[in-house]
């Protein structure tokens, strides 16, 4: 009775957390640009410039979870506060391939600062059933349209090990993704992004 109790009142919350999702994405069409200001405070601060510096490499595991339910890790933003108009579209047509409409699913959008290079990470979570994901994350550029050729990006099991075989940018490359996997409630899992001798890690546990 207490893990039915304990699934169905999770399933709740991530009804809400998808109701808010979808309420964000109108308010974006209703405000354009200035949709951000509805949700960063301080926006004539600093905090673009700042994200990323407190939770790279500290060991904070981000929790699929709580991602459902509307509860985002420190320095993660839905994608119409991260990406341009243009590039949202862009960014919009790349995932609609994976995920079904209404389905149990969060998207969160990190800015990184990787040797240079100002890319965000997308983390694309998916629930399929009570105890089953279905994860997607992808690498975008955002002061250019393309990406720096040789960054890499590396699935790794929670001790660091290579969990499939690492993806790298070429040339020309509008994005980066690791395509879609399944993961079981529980794991735990690290995705890497490096370019040359600048690594950066973010963890995952479902």
Known sequence: MTTKFSTEHRLQRALKALELEQTIQRDWLEHG???VNLYVEDLEGNWLETWGEDDQENGVWHKGLEWLQGCFSAKWLPIASV???NKLIFVNNVI????EINSLRAMGTKTLELA????ALLALLQLDNEDKFSLVFQLYPLENEELPAQIKL???DENGN???PFVTSELG???LEIKLFKATMGTRFKVEISLGETSITESFML
């Open 162 to 164: 290579l969990g499939q």
């Open 154 to 156: 590396s699935l790794l």
């Open 173 to 175: 490359d509008k994005y």
């Open 116 to 119: 240079n290079n100002s890319v």
């Open 96 to 99: 609609s391939k994976y995920f």
């Open 33 to 35: 640009l200035d949709f």
């Open 83 to 85: 990406f341009a108009a």
